[in-house]
């Protein structure tokens, strides 16, 4: 089946949203809430913010679910631009987000790069663990 995927444009830069990469880390919500509010429909407004605060919030999605077009060419991993300082925060019900490019080498001895915002698992019961799958919200995961 095809992957659903949702457009939103202004101006030259067109948002690109699949949901079912989301896992739901909230992480555009509280970062853009005049943007991303989840309880609005369409739940994107572009009209919220400027171009430049709404591609900086796109590129801290740590599922690649948000991502963005410029002039209709997608705009690569490397061209956006990063952290330098690697820094760690868990989410309030849900994974811990870590900021900048990093390897992980998960328990089969595989080694992934990963880069800008990268999500792992706390509650234990991802599919796809060391990182979230989302699943957190599926179980009710509550840091008390
Ligand atoms: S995964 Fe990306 S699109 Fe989904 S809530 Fe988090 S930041 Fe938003
Ligand atoms: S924290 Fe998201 S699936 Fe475990």
Redesign the pocket.
């Known amino acids: 089946m095809e992957e659903i995927t949702k457009h939103y444009a202004k101006g030259d830069i067109t948002v690109v ?1 699949k949901p079912e ?9 509280k970062g853009l809430n005049e943007v ?1 509010n989840p309880k609005k429909r369409p739940w994107i407004d572009m009209e919220g913010a400027n171009l430049e605060r709404i591609k900086g919030q796109v590129s ?4 690649g ?2 991502s963005y077009i410029v002039n209709n060419k997608t705009v690569s991993e490397d061209s956006v631009a990063t952290e330098e300082v690697i820094s760690a925060e868990a989410m309030k019900n849900g994974p811990l987000i870590v900021y900048g490019n990093i390897t992980v080498k998960d328990s089969k001895g595989t080694i992934v790069k990963k880069n800008k915002v990268t ?1 792992f698992c706390r509650c234990g019961a991802s599919s796809n663990k060391p990182f979230c799958d989302g699943t957190h919200i599926k179980i009710g995961f509550r840091d008390e």
């Open positions: 949203w990469q989301c896992i739901h880390s909230t992480v555009c919500w991303f801290h999605c740590p599922s679910a948000l999500a």
